[in-house]
């Protein structure tokens, strides 16, 4: 059974009757440009078939009544009157239909049953998957008009100010707006992109090092509010405003930390947009080679990584089939990302998996992954 089929039938379980339509909104894998969305810099991620579904009923009241068939867990809201109350999975939705009435969209209730195959805790987004789901289930029962990038403004609002993550715009924009069988090259501060093919005869393989680090959130502050401080010194409000040149004249002012979080961001901006225009011209062995310097600028100036990350872009670097992996997401625990020869791919998965589970004693999940169109009704 389909996972479209699946959240169906749990509807049908829980509600007794059918569902009017099935949303559904992807989680991502970032390609390269790691930690630059929050310094108003480039990132070129993709949409996954990874994804979380809802079939919706729609109401004539005010109420919006959950099922998590994933946790089994039923929860529901009044759309007049509603706080936060505590961490739970509800609050992103109670977070997103708060961002859509601040837009002064006037929203309807519904009956939902969400099921979803982002993995939690990988760094594949499985909240952004969440945000923009529950947007997409709320644009087509309020009929409003849906604009993919006020959707992941809103979604990011929700995380950022209802639920308390202070994560950047990337995973928002990549759900909102993917395109099947290709990258998305985005301007984090003008917020424009463009999609970019992905080459011929190359897959992207997702590598989960089964690692999760707690504390990421304070870690990932930490970076953030090192970057503030190195823009500040070359007094510009964003990163991306330095450019490689400035930032290399002045670099030994800084003290060392400093330096190196900038040097990453500095740095990885100019290797996103290397990456785009070594996918414009098919050259996937550059796109790899960029890959793996992101990887190192990750581990060794943005520190980063933890020793599976790290690991686990070695065995895949090894790999005859392999053209380049870097770790993926925040960091800390999670996934890396492949770019591999498609003729060799379910090779690579198997072997590579094997390497890995041999140098940790951690079982990876290692899956060949497609990119796929953002939120959309089904
Ligand atoms: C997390 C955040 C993103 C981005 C990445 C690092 O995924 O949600 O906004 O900052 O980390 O590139």
Redesign the pocket.
């Known amino acids: 059974m389909s996972l479209r089929e699946e959240v169906e039938v749990a509807f049908i379980n829980h509600f007794g009757g059918e569902p009017d339509i099935v949303v559904c909104a992807p989680g991502r894998v970032?390609l390269i440009g790691?930690?630059?969305?929050?310094n108003g810099g480039f990132?070129m991620p993709m949409a996954i078939d990874r994804a979380m579904y809802i079939a919706v009923r729609y109401r004539r009241d005010d109420t919006v009544v959950l099922l998590s068939a994933d946790f089994n867990h039923k929860a529901r809201f009044n759309l007049k009157k509603f706080n936060y109350i505590k961490p739970h999975w509800c609050e992103y939705i109670k977070g997103v239909a708060h961002a859509l009435q601040r837009r002064n969209l006037s929203l309807r209730g519904w009956d939902g049953a969400m099921l979803g195959n982002v993995p939690r805790g990988s760094?594949l987004?499985s909240s952004a998957a969440l945000e923009l789901a529950a947007a997409k289930a709320f644009s087509e029962v309020s009929n409003f008009p849906w604009d993919p990038v006020d959707m992941a403004v809103a979604g990011q609002e929700a995380e950022n100010n209802w639920v308390g993550v202070n994560?950047?715009?990337?995973?928002q924009m990549i759900s909102a707006c993917g395109k099947a069988g290709h990258a998305y090259l985005l301007d984090c501060r003008s917020l424009k992109g463009e999609h970019v093919p992905l080459p011929d005869g190359v897959r992207v393989v997702i590598l989960d090092t089964a690692t999760r680090r707690g504390l990421v959130d304070s870690a990932?502050n930490e970076r953030r509010s090192q970057c503030e401080d190195a823009a500040k010194f070359f007094g510009v409000e964003l990163l991306r405003d330095v450019s490689p040149e400035a930032f290399f004249k002045r670099a030994d002012e800084l003290p060392e930390c400093t330096r190196k979080r900038a040097r990453h961001v500095i740095t990885e901006d100019q290797r996103t947009l290397a990456a785009a225009e070594a996918m414009r011209s098919g050259d996937s062995k550059r796109l790899g080679q960029l890959m793996y310097e992101s990887h190192v600028s990750l581990r060794d100036d943005f520190e980063v990584c933890n020793d599976a990350l790290n690991t686990m872009v070695e065995c895949a670097m090894a790999h005859p089939a392999c053209l380049g992996a870097r770790m993926t997401?925040?960091g800390f625990g999670g996934c890396a990302v492949a770019l591999v020869r498609e003729d060799a791919a379910a090779d690579f998965e198997r072997e590579v998996a094997a390497a890995y589970q041999q140098a940790t004693q951690l079982e990876p999940a290692v899956y060949v992954c497609v990119a796929t169109d953002g939120a959309r009704r089904l």
Do not use: L, Q
Not at 34 to 38: K, L, N, Q, R, V
Not at 167 to 171: E, L
């Open positions: 970032n790691e930690h630059t969305d929050y990132v760094g987004s994560c950047g715009i990337m995973d990932y997401g925040a």
